[in-house]
Each structure stands twice: as C-alpha cells, then as structure tokens.
C-alpha cells in the first residue's frame, strides 16, 4: 500500500525491481582483488536485469503494487517507483532498503500421506503448518479457499494458519476428484494443501463381528487391547489441540463481539467524565501538597512517619541536643563521613531491609536543602554497586531495594519528578482514578471480600450473578440555611455505608478525600412523609441471621424504593451501628472483619466466603489454586473484556503521558539516563539489553509503577480493595511493557496478562522508544540539572523536618557507635580531618556521653 500525492496523475505507475544472478555475486566475490578499472567494473553491471509489475491507482493519496516476482537464483539490488519519467528510489523514502524474503512454506494437510485426504470435523477449524509465514505477510493479505467456497482466515502466526471452513462440505471445483481442496493464496503464490472430507457418522461404524471373531485368539486380544488404548489417547489429543485452537479463536470473537457493549459503555463514561474534567486541571485537581506527598513516599504505610513529628526533648536539654544535632549535620555534609557511615551500617549484621530504606529517607530529609551535593552523594554510592553487580550479573542491578543508595535513588526520582506529576502525569492518572472508581459502583461490590462485578482482576471477579437494580436516591443537602435536593445513583445491593460512600462522593464532588467528612461519623437516615424518619445501619437488630452467618443490611432489605428522600446526619453518641470495623490509612480502604466473630458469627455480604477456618492454611491456598486454574466461563471473561475496552482510552492516556517525549521529557530522567549510558560505557558492557534493564529498574519500576498502583501517593484520593484489584492489573501491564523478553501467552497465562496481550507490544514500542529518543538527545544536561537541583532544595527544604531526621539518625550511630567510630579511624583521610572525634564531641552534646575527647 502506497500512500502519498498526486498519485492519480499517473499514466503507467510501476514497481521495478534491479536484479542480478546469485552466481554472478560469487565471481565479483573472488574476482574483486583483479578488478583495477572501472571499466572492468561495468561488465559485471551489465549482467543486471529488471522486474516489474504494473500499480493500481486507488485514490490521489493511494496505490497498491503487488511485489514483482524474484526467483531464488536472483539476488536484489535496489527498488523504485517508475511513475512515467520520474524514478523514486524506495531508500530515499523509507531511509532504509526494501527486503525480500524467500517464499513461505506451507506444509500439506497430511504430511505423512499427501494423496489421502485430510479428516475434518464440522465445527472446528483447519490448522495449516509452514514457515515463515508472517515475514512479509500479514493476515488480511492471505485467503484460503475450500472447493468453491471461502475458508476464513482468522489467525496467522510465523508457523500456523487457521482457517474456519463452511459447516457444509464445499463442492470441488476439478473435475479429478469429488472432494474439495484447500488452496491458500499468499500474492502471487497458490499453494494446493490437499484434499479435505468432512467426517460424517456413516463413516464411524463398528468394527465388523466377523474381524471380531478372527481376533478370538489371547496374543491377539492383547496386541488390540493395546492398540485401541493408543488410539484413543491420539484421538482425546487431537480432540484438546483442536478445542484449544477454538478457545483462542472465541477469545478474539469474543473481544469483538464485546465492542458494541464496551462503546455504549465507553459513551455513558465519558458523559460522566465531561461533568468531571470541567473541575479538574487547575484547583479542582486534588494533588497533595508536597510535604504530604514527600511523607507517602519517603515514609510508605508508617502512622507517624518524622515529617509530622516534632523534636520531643526537655527543655533543659534542647538547646544542647540541638547544637549536637547541627554538628552532626556538618558531619553529613563530608563526603567521606557519610560514604563511610553508610556502608558502615550496610555491614551490620542487624541492620535489615527496612532499615535501609528508613535511613535513606531520613537522609534524604536531612539533606534535602543540598539537592545538589545530595546528588553527587548519590551517584558516588551507584557508581560502587556497578562494580559491584558487573562482577556477578550486571542485569540484577537496581531490581530491588537492597541498599541505602537504592531507595536514595527512589527519593530523588520522586523530589525531581513532582512537577512532572503536577503539570503532565496528574491529570491523566486522576481521569483513570476516576474512571475505574464510576465503573466500579456500577455494578455490586462485596463488602465483606473485596470482589466487584466490574473489575479487570479475576481474583476479585464477583462470579456469582447477583439480581440487583440501579435506583436514584434523593439526598437532602445542606447548603447554608436552604436545603436543597441532589440527586444520588446507588444500588439496591449496597450496604448502608456503601451508600454513605456514593452520596458524599456525590455532594463533594471534586474535593479531596480528606477534608470531607468520614461515613463513620454520619447516620443515613430515610425520611418519608412528615414524621416518618428511620436511622439505616449496617448491623442492627432486623439483621438476617442464617446459621453462624449474619448478613449485612442493604437498601434492598429495607425495602428502601427507587426515589426515596434520605439525608445524612452527624452520628449521635448513643447510636450503636456495629457495621463493619475500617481503618484508613493513606487514602486507603481496607475493610477489616474484626467483628465477625462476635457472637461466634461470621458477616456477609453478597457472597459468603468458601474459606472454611477449620481447613489448614497450606490446603486452602492449593484449593484457591485449583478454583482460579478452571477455565472461566465465557460470561465472565466478557465482563473483563467489557470492563478492560471501557477504561482502554484512560489507561492509554496514562501511559503517554508517562512515556511520550513530544515535550522534552524531565531534566532528571534525561540526566540519570545519560549518567547509566556513561557506567555502561566505562566498564565496557555493550549489551542494550542491560542498560535497558537499568533503565526501566531505576525509572519505570522503581517510581511509575508505585504511583500507578498507589495514586493516593499523589493526589487526595481514598482507594479501595476494588479500585487496587484493576489498578494492580494496569500497573502489571506497564511492567511488561518496560521487559525485554517476548511477551508469550498460552493457555496456562494468567487471565489478567490475555487480557492486554494485544496491547503490550504496542506499549513496548513506546519504551523503546522513549529510551531511544533521551539517548539520541544532545547531552550535557548536567549543568542544567545542577540549577534545577537548587531550585528544588530552595522551593522544598523548609517542608522538612531536618532536625527531627537528625535526631533519628543518631540513633544508628548511636546503635552501631563503636563501629562507625573504628571506620572513620581506619581511614588515613578520616584521621587528618579527625572525623571519629567530631562525632565524639556529638555524642557528648545529644547524649551527655563523657567520652575519651
């Protein structure tokens, strides 16, 4: 297909191919050292020749050509376009040359006997054998007929074709045989695969009573015996191998035939997300203040991380401990000291994983109003883990957070890439929050386990159909003295907190999470008539009780109808709503069943849980194995696919966002990139793979894939176990987007890795091409970092609490003092510039210590 201008003005387009004998290269090969002239030189040209085929005009803008035939003793020299009298070279277009391949091959249908025809059972779908056959060759450019009917491509990889043929054998169209043939048409190349009969039950009929008989005798019995069990074993193989072809052929049925529900779907979201983005990109987006931010990721799932904490001291001491604190602060600015302290600490035997990354982020804050040195510091610390991990395996680099300078890095990518997330990636991420969280409470949500019917994780797929109906509530809003009406869409299936939840995502739409009242603290009380008012509670005394099992309340067992007027209320002390235990943490919704066990009774919701508390762990986590090996029923997996198509523009969004370089993309990334190609270069690893590695371990997996799984680091969002369950989805996606290695799915590939199967190269192409476009930039971005370095610790510094991260510190000396304090004395420079005793005199003014000064 050719695409381009004026094309229609062409008399006689054609694509012409120079050629010259294969035997005719292998002279010039040996003859090369004798060819001294030019002249000699164009005898040799003389032996080249030309093919050509004549272009279809389509359009002013298109063509189409068919690729003139080239015979295998004919090797290509170069192509054009003959349009009249002007020749266009396809290397000045394309910038690269034009690649002929050898032809495909194509197998027969029976290899073993190509005369007998192939048994095809109606229903099923022909499978073709060859090489090669996507080389140059895509799937909508191949047909295949059966007889005098078409058998439907509907797959084409490099070595199978899988045609659908008619339900009804075809009538052959040669008069040699009465059975139909399958040709393949690839271009200009047929290829007649054999005969094709369709079994019928007339051809399964008994084996005669007579050949019974005959084979009366005992040796013979056995020898039968043992062939019918081998027939039957390649019969129940063949019969799997053709179901399993079927279930790849619906799975891409089935995706299309979910369109139609995925664009209504797709239509009703972005109505929603209209009225949404009409308050976003600018106050109306609900990004943390970088303090807050800085807590979340610096300090991820503490409750009173040192950013919020103030120096706990008696008043007596304060001025002393802070002098000593100030020190020490001078002490971590010499880069001696603190290389040393570092891997001091890293040599401890007691000093765990969660230690590190404490430590590196108390740092971090220590430092924070020296980005610059803090930098330096940073890359110095990298520069000895590469010649660590290039004497042992170079790719394991950075794949964890194993090491102080590791979650350093974590930190620094986070401090440089703030601004990116508040002026490109926020506002992307949030519309895919917010587009998740309207198509979750769509559909029910248990309560209890986590499972939505909408979700893009079958792990938390509600499988159960569930009756529910969708009905409009009518909140009384406070609005200054008036009180006004707002309408509410919730289902009949929510609990009353659920509920809650939908009305005040409702009446404070837009405003963060956290300065809107929690649902724990109001009452959902329904009002009907003038006096008629009813507190509505998860757990009270009209809770249906079934065995050991309570059910929560739902609108549906108040029989609570479309249209009813509710309000919320502040709680009153007295109310005693048992409901289910919550804690929030972090934008976090966890539902914690601390209370079922009250009265020896277990809560539900829309499903009981199958786990039974009697059977032994190690057994149900193999039952829960074998639950999610089964095949998931066709109605299920429409509702992934469903779910998947409707949020596929938001996630796309995100991930260009991320990854596009039409605006330069962070100073940062393009300086530490530039700083991984130098380690690569300097220690002679040429293999792209592994700085490719490097690269998606220091940006996309260490920080993307955090704030994709966990948006509630950045902006003031609450998510819960639902939301998580298909943000995990999404973020697995952009980690298999970021690897090397081919993606391949089979039918042991988990359902959440089918489902973007499709789109997962599409995704590696825009890495690739990410890294490529930073490594193809001018270099030299280093001054430019440094300015940006002291922009940040002059904007940010004053947001921490350096004197508490001090503070911390010293209790790592002071737990490790005697060690850290033989390090700095086994150091020639650290003697000179008497680093053990300045930590001594700190020592002595934190804690009072008498030392030996």
Request: glycine share 4%.
């Amino acid at each position: 297909m050719v695409t381009g201008r004026n094309l229609d003005v062409v008399q006689q387009p054609i694509l012409a191919v120079w050629v010259e004998p294969v035997e005719v290269q292998r002279v010039k090969r040996r003859r090369r050292l004798a060819l001294l002239t030019a002249k000699q030189q164009l005898v040799f040209n003389s032996t080249m020749t030309t093919v050509s085929e004549h272009c279809s005009v389509l359009s002013s803008s298109q063509m189409t050509c068919l690729t003139p035939t080239v015979s295998p003793e004919l090797k290509v020299k170069g192509i054009w376009f003959q349009l009249d009298n002007v020749r266009v070279h396809y290397e000045s277009i394309k910038g690269k040359s034009f690649s002929y391949y050898p032809n495909p091959e194509l197998f027969p249908l029976n290899r073993e006997a190509p005369d007998v025809p192939y048994r095809f059972k109606p229903g099923g779908v022909i499978a073709v054998e060859g090489l090669d056959l996507t080389r140059a060759m895509s799937r909508q450019e191949v047909t295949a007929r059966l007889g005098d009917q078409e058998c439907q491509v509907k797959t084409l990889d490099s070595t199978h074709l899988y045609c659908e043929p008619p339900e009804i054998q075809p009538m052959s169209v040669e008069e040699s045989s009465d059975l139909p043939s399958l040709k393949v048409f690839m271009g200009n190349l047929q290829v007649d695969l054999g005969l094709v009969q369709y079994d019928s039950d007339s051809l399964l009929s008994p084996v005669p009573l007579a050949a019974q008989i005959g084979l009366g005798a005992g040796a013979a019995v056995i020898i039968l015996s043992v062939l019918v069990v081998i027939l039957m074993y390649r019969r129940k193989s063949k019969q799997a191998l053709r179901d399993y072809k079927k279930v790849l052929l619906q799975l891409e049925t089935l995706e299309i035939n979910v369109g139609d529900q995925c664009r209504k779907e797709f239509t009703d979201l972005m109505t929603e997300m209209m009225d949404l983005s009409s308050d976003v990109g600018g106050p109306g987006l609900p990004l943390l203040d970088y303090r807050t931010y800085a807590e979340r990721v610096f300090f991820p799932g503490q409750q009173a991380a040192p950013l919020s904490r103030q120096l706990d001291l008696p008043e007596s001491r304060r001025q002393t401990v802070e002098q000593g604190l100030q020190q020490l602060n001078n002490l971590l600015n010499n880069r001696l000291f603190l290389t040393r302290f570092i891997h001091t600490l890293e040599a401890q035997q007691g000093f765990s994983q969660r230690d590190r990354g404490y430590v590196a982020s108390l740092l971090t804050m220590a430092l924070h109003d020296k980005l610059e040195y803090f930098t330096e510091v940073m890359k110095s610390l990298l520069q000895d883990l590469v010649q660590q991990y290039v004497a042992k395996n170079p790719k394991l680099m950075l794949r964890r957070t194993e090491t102080v300078v590791e979650k350093m890095l974590t930190n620094w990518m986070s401090i440089c890439l703030y601004s990116f997330l508040k002026e490109v990636a926020g506002e992307p991420l949030y519309m895919l929050y917010r587009a998740i969280k309207y198509q979750v409470d769509k559909g029910p949500v248990d309560v209890v386990t986590g499972k939505a019917k909408r979700t893009l994780n079958d792990s938390h797929l509600l499988r159960e159909d569930i009756d529910y109906c969708a009905m409009t509530l009518t909140v009384l809003v406070k609005n200054g003295v008036e009180v006004q009406p707002c309408p509410v869409k919730v289902l009949d299936t929510d609990t009353i907190t659920q509920v809650k939840d939908k009305i005040l995502d409702q009446v404070y739409r837009g405003a963060p999470f956290s300065q809107r009242p929690a649902a724990d603290s109001l009452d959902l009380e329904w009002r009907s008539g003038q006096a008629g008012h009813l507190t509505l509670s998860d757990d009270d005394v009209t809770a249906v009780v079934q065995g050991r099992w309570k059910r929560l309340n739902t609108l549906q067992h108040y029989k609570v109808p479309d249209g009813a007027t509710v309000a919320l209320i502040p709680r009153s002390q007295s109310s005693g709503g048992v409901g289910i235990n919550q804690v929030f943490q972090t934008g976090e919704k966890t539902p914690m069943l601390e209370g079922e066990e009250e009265e020896g009774l277990r809560l539900w919701h829309l499903v009981k849980s199958s786990e039974d508390p009697e059977i032994p762990k190690h057994r149900k986590s193999s039952m829960r194995e074998r639950e999610r090996a089964k095949a998931i029923p066709e109605i299920y997996l429409t509702r992934l696919l469903s779910m998947k198509g409707t949020l596929q523009k938001f996630v796309d969004d995100v991930f260009v966002a991320i990854l596009s370089t039409k605006r330069p993309p962070p100073i940062a990334v393009r300086f530490f990139f530039d700083f991984l190609d130098d380690m690569a270069e300097k220690h002679g690893i040429d293999d792209p793979e592994t700085v490719h590695i490097w690269k998606t371990n220091s940006l996309p997996l260490r920080f993307w894939v955090n704030i994709l799984k966990n948006p509630q680091f950045v902006l003031d969002v609450q998510v819960t176990d639902s939301i998580d369950a298909v943000l995990s989805v999404i973020a697995q996606t952009f980690i298999d987007s970021c690897t090397t290695s081919e993606h391949k799915v089979g039918r042991d590939s988990p359902v959440n890795k089918l489902l973007y199967a499709r789109e997962i190269p599409r995704y590696k192409q825009l890495v690739e091409r990410y890294y490529s476009d930073i490594h193809s930039a001018a270099s030299g971005c280093y001054q430019e970092m440094n300015s940006t370095l002291t922009e940040l610790s002059g904007s940010f510094a004053s947001e921490m609490n350096s004197l508490v991260a001090l503070h911390e510190l010293y209790k790592y000396i002071n737990k490790y003092y005697d060690q850290v304090i033989m390090s700095l004395e086994e150091d020639s420079s650290g003697q000179k510039m008497q680093l053990a005793y300045r930590l001594q005199q700190v020592a002595a003014l934190v804690e009072n210590k008498v030392t030996d000064l």
